[in-house]
């Protein structure tokens, strides 16, 4: 392309909206202008609603540099993508046509991460607030000498006159870039250096991480890209086509190839289209599905004999524990039929090879560990382990992050102890044993941590450092969240693009970069795939990567330590490499400067679990564990047991005589998180509906299109229109709407996150959005 065509390309851009987007990214970069156009605390977050739209133009077009990066959402993709850079402007994005995971396209949020990056509402310089705290606050520019100035002042002070564990991290899961963010490095490195509370960020997988060990000893999952050649494919408690939308292809191979799927889920999935079986579960009631399930192939012979007896331990137990689950009760229990539970059971043992993909609301739930752990058993008791690429379950590829973590989230040197993400941590009693030197904070109870309650009742908390994370909207018992952060004592500091319902209670918000901005390295969760993320633009005004905000911030506390003067290079060669070479396991010689020039590299082809059936199982006993001392020792039954949802018909009656109903949160295809919802082109698309079985709602008195109130003794969830369906699409007393929308954009409306529970799971101390009793009335 001529430069004469690219100018005139560039005149139809800015006819389009374009260069609203360029203007802000030059003057924003010369420093001339005081304020992006929406800094003035005025802004409503709410995206670029159209303005930028239609941008985007035919990647043949211009020449331009392309730069090869990662979506870093928390989300199961981690889709590689190209940017496209003409004059230092992005101009456009779109998958890497060589990966065989994501090739073709981000999906629609993806695709729109142009407007994200020079959307005019982006926050570029630190502000502070001006006036009250809370919806509506107002803030003003400051520099960032005059931001880290009063950070640290107030950090130096807190630490002096209360201890610095006063000050709290809230951080989860805004990129999951391993250096960036993902729960353990970022401004972490800076909080723990300074003394603030080690925070577990046990709010998404935290149970299921800590049960599969206890079965297996390690985690091996199966690779997506191998659902084609699998015989039977089973959704238990996921729905792919929102959280997924890249292994939805694989799955489509698996029917092509005569394959059979089987959907387990109160909600109709679109999969449900494809399935051979659709089983309408009680949510909460897994595991005695699992058990029912069990039972039946130990009763009928269906199981594989050989394998149990070479590999496993403890059947006898398992077989005692799987007898009370007679499909009778199972039927009661679960509200399915006796006939569902055996067709379901024959369809597994039939198979020659399956893959159950169990989706992570399974484990958000007060007995979530024990439902994964009873799930677990199932592909041992078939022999589906080690026997084939195209067996076995799927969870979250953690058994494969082979990476030298400690060497940059510096826990061990910093926290005394290290952890991974928190997941390994089964409960408080081995916190409380003693392996932090702090005092330990729990993401799933941040109600609690905000407020001094609960079982932090006498622990003060002065100060909250949000980043990488939107507690307002997406942490449970919000209410109390909100009551917290409105602390007149509490200092907020929020990092953030965006000026979110969390921001607005911030004293001091700092500007992060986002993906077009910023080196990482990423690994998938779902895939096989280690990835880099290379910058492709400067940032725009004065935003910092979370790393340069942490080595400012502690340069500002005066640390001296030579970690605040690494960058992403040194780090990233630390993780991949760490002090013994290349890491094996993604194939010969991984080293950072090789991933930069691959850009992503998939972990070689193996069997997972194959080396195991060689050499033994990573447990105790080296077997697979059906009956686990180490599990008894920590006070819980050795096989499994049948807890009820803390909040649930048969959990807790009473309280279900007063809120008859089930509030299932699920996943919105068009947001991640609560990212993209100020995005005017994705807003348009996002629906807030409270799905009702036509049954409970003509009791009440709704229609569909109604608008509603879902509420319980935590709140009132205010934003929802009723969606009337039938049996088809969900069980009746099940209501199930979206998770992640913000108040601000709804006018100040709750989301559903004011209604769910601080309640810890069984293992992992992961949280418990599913143990959650509402009734519902017509707005
Ligand atoms: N009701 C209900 N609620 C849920 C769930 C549920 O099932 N039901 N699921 C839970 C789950 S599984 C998860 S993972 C959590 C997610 O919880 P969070 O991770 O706390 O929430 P997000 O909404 O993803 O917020 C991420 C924020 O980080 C910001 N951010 C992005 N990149 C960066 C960066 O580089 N630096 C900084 N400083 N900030 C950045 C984004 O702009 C965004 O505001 O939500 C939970 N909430
Ligand atoms: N588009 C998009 N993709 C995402 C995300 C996003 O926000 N948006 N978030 C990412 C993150 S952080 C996560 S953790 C994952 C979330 O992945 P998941 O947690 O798997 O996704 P959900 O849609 O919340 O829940 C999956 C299904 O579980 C069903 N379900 C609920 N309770 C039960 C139960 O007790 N038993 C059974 N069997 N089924 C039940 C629901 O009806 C739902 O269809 O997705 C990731 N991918
Ligand atoms: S949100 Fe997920 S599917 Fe969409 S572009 Fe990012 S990684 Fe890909
Ligand atoms: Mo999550």
């Given amino acids: 392309m001529s430069k004469s065509e690219l100018v005139k390309t560039k005149e139809e851009l800015s006819r389009r909206g374009f260069l609203r987007g360029l203007a802000l990214t030059t003057v924003a970069a ?4 005081s304020c992006a156009p929406s800094c003035d605390g005025g802004s409503t977050g709410a995206g670029d609603a159209g303005s930028t739209a239609g941008y985007q133009y035919d990647w043949e077009i211009a020449e331009g540099e392309i730069v090869h990066g990662v979506c870093p959402k928390n989300c199961y993709d981690t889709c590689r993508i190209c940017t496209k850079i003409v004059d230092g402007v992005a101009v456009q994005i779109r998958g890497d046509q060589t990966n065989p995971y994501t090739a073709g396209s981000p999906c629609v949020k993806g695709q729109t991460y142009l407007d994200y990056h020079y959307s005019e509402d982006r926050i570029l310089y630190p502000m502070k607030r001006v006036g009250a705290k809370g919806p509506g606050a107002q803030f003003e520019r400051i520099s960032w000498d ?27 899961s805004g990129t999951f870039g391993l250096i960036q963010g993902c729960f353990f490095s970022g401004v972490l490195r800076f909080l723990y250096k300074l003394g603030a509370a080690a925070l577990m960020p046990n709010m998404c997988e935290a149970a299921g991480i800590a049960a599969l060990p206890f079965t297996y000893g390690k985690q091996c999952d199966v690779d997506p890209e191998q659902y084609g050649n699998t015989d039977l494919f089973v959704s238990w408690g996921s729905n792919l086509s929102a959280t997924s939308v890249h292994s939805v292809k694989f799955v489509a191979e698996c029917k092509k190839n005569g394959g059979k799927i089987a959907v387990i889920n109160p909600m109709r999935i679109p999969l449900c289209e494809w399935a051979d079986l659709w089983v309408k579960i009680r949510p909460g009631t897994d595991t ?13 012979g269906m199981y594989d004999k050989k394998f149990v007896e070479k590999h496993c331990m403890g059947l006898d137990e398992l077989a005692a524990v799987a007898d009370e689950w007679p499909a009778s009760r199972v039927a009661e229990v679960c509200n399915v039929t006796a006939d569902e539970l055996e067709r379901f059971a024959h369809m597994y043992a039939d198979a020659e090879t399956a893959i159950i993909m169990m989706g992570m609301q399974v484990n958000r739930d007060s007995n979530g560990g024990s439902k994964i752990r009873a799930i677990s058993f199932l592909p041992a008791l078939t022999g589906n382990i080690g026997k084939s690429a195209a067996a076995g379950f799927q969870w979250l590829t953690a058994g494969y992050w082979a990476l030298n973590f400690d060497n940059v989230c ?12 928190g997941g390994y941590v089964v409960n408080w009693n081995q916190i409380n044993a003693g392996a932090y030197n702090r005092r330990v904070i729990n993401i799933a109870d941040y109600a609690d941590v905000l407020n001094e309650t609960g079982r932090y009742a006498g622990q003060p908390t002065r100060a909250v450092f949000v980043y990488n994370g939107n507690p307002l909207v997406s942490v449970p018992d919000n209410a109390r969240i909100r009551e917290g952060l409105a602390r007149e004592d509490v200092f ?12 607005d209670y911030a004293d001091i918000i700092l500007p992060c ?10 690994q998938d969760y779902h895939g096989w795939y280690l990835n880099h993320n290379a910058p492709a633009v400067e940032p725009l005004g004065e935003a910092k990567t979370n790393i340069e905000m942490a080595n400012a911030l502690a340069h500002a506390m005066g640390y001296d330590d030579d970690f605040f003067d690494e960058g992403v290079p040194e780090m990233a060669k630390a993780l991949i490499e760490g002090t013994e070479g290349a890491n094996p396991i993604y194939g010969p010689d991984m080293t950072y400067e090789n991933l930069k020039k691959e850009h992503w590299r998939k972990i070689p082809a193996f069997v997972p679990y194959a080396d195991c059936l060689e050499s033994g199982f990573p447990t105790p006993s080296g077997k697979i564990e059906f009956y686990s001392q180490s599990l008894k020792d920590l006070g819980y039954h050795p096989v499994v047991e049948y807890v009820p949802s803390a909040e649930s018909f048969d959990g807790s009656p009473e309280l279900f005589k007063k809120y008859p109903l089930k509030l299932v949160s699920s996943t919105s295809k068009d947001l991640c998180g609560s990212n993209w919802h100020n995005i005017g082109k994705i807003r348009a698309i996002h629906h807030q509906h409270l799905y009702i079985h ?41 209501v199930l709407a979206l998770k992640s929308t913000w108040p601000k954009l709804m006018d100040g409306r709750n989301n559903i996150n004011v209604l769910t529970p601080g309640y810890t799971a069984d293992l992992g101390m992961g949280t418990s959005f599913q143990a959650n009793l509402v009734d519902v009335r017509k707005a």
């Fill in 30 to 33: 010369s420093g001339l202008t």
């Fill in 146 to 172: 005059e931001a880290l100035k009063t950070i640290s002042t107030r950090f130096k002070d807190i630490s002096d006159t209360v201890g610095a564990e006063a000050i709290v991290p809230y951080t989860f």
């Fill in 288 to 300: 005695p599905f699992a058990l029912g399930a069990i039972k039946i192939l130990l009763d009928e």
């Fill in 410 to 421: 510096l826990s061990t040197k910093l926290l005394g102890a290290f952890t991974p993400g």
């Fill in 492 to 503: 907020v500091v929020v990092s953030d693009k965006w000026h979110t319902d969390t921001a």
């Fill in 513 to 522: 970069t986002d993906l077009l901005e910023t080196e990482d390295i990423h």
């Fill in 694 to 734: 036509e049954r409970d709602a003509s009791v009440r008195g709704i229609a569909d299109g109604d608008s509603v109130e879902v509420f319980n003794d935590r709140g009132v969830c205010d934003s929802l229109t009723a969606l009337v369906v039938d049996d088809d699409v969900i069980l009746e007393g099940t």
